[in-house]
């Protein structure tokens, strides 16, 4: 990325402080947490664990809209696993969706949203997320580019894992000219958060937490679909961003962008 598409591809998330409320320190929070994850082997006994809780895959194949029994066992079974269905109501609402999103890049399935019988199979037998950077910090966020998920660490111990849709590699134009979409990998940590709907020159973003000054982001979004589909900063369902900011300590959290 030459200098120029640096910065306008930084311009797309660039936060117009002046209009937007003071920036506020997080706090980071203790959480219930899966045994710590430091290697691929490590991650696997992790989830052998958590398989062991005697949960059984659904007869039927399950996907939005469905509600039942299995739907709210599907649901427990996700947060056990540390992703976020939302609250165990037995209703397969987005909140669901975008955890078995997750859950299935990480288990490197076919993404579709759909409990079908790969998903069920790894739902008994599920594979865990290597940790990129084990020694990276006892609290710490890594994004994978690539797998296209965010992981918490707290405690060196999986707390959430979340989809995401970064930067799409597509060429734009704004004010300030045009460039391509880029989410930039490297060791960062977390700078600012700022609170509720911040109005930014290509849209809006919901409670960001910034990594690279006020310019690169983890924030909400109403749109964060499968594909990568920002201009850089990096997305999180809503549900999500509700909460996020409360899991990292800001400034000063870890955040490590990879592919």
Partial sequence: MNRFTSALAAAACLAVVATVP??????????SAAPAVTTAREAGAQVAAAGALGYVAPARTLRYGMTGADVKALQQRL???????????????????????????V?????????????????????????????GGSLR????????????YQSSRVALISHISAGGGYYYCGSNG???????TGRFRTTVYMPGWITVPLGRMYNP?????????????????????SHGC????MD???????????????????R
Avoid at 79 to 88: I, T, V
Avoid at 109 to 127: E, F
Avoid at 141 to 152: C, F, G, K, P, W
Avoid at 234 to 237: F, T, Y
């Fill in 178 to 184: 045009c460039g391509y979409a880029v989410t930039p």
């Fill in 209 to 229: 937490v910034f990594f690279i000054g006020t310019v690169y982001a983890i924030h909400g979004s109403t749109s964060v679909p499968l594909a990568p589909a």
């Fill in 234 to 237: 990096i997305r999180v369902p």
């Fill in 79 to 105: 947060a056990a696993l540390k992703y976020y269905p939302g609250a165990a109501d037995g209703v397969f609402g987005t909140y669901t969706l975008e955890a078995v999103w997750a859950f299935q890049e």
């Fill in 141 to 152: 966020v890594e994004v994978n580019l690539t797998t296209r998920v965010l992981v918490v």
């Fill in 22 to 31: 003071a920036a506020l320190t997080g706090t980071a929070k203790a959480a």
């Fill in 107 to 135: 288990q490197r399935l076919g993404v579709d949203g759909i409990v079908g019988p790969a998903t069920k199979y790894a739902l008994v037998h599920p594979r865990g997320y290597p940790a990129r950077y084990p020694t």
């Fill in 240 to 258: 999500i961003a509700a909460f996020f900011h409360n899991m990292v300590r800001t400034p000063g959290t870890p955040v490590y962008v990879y």
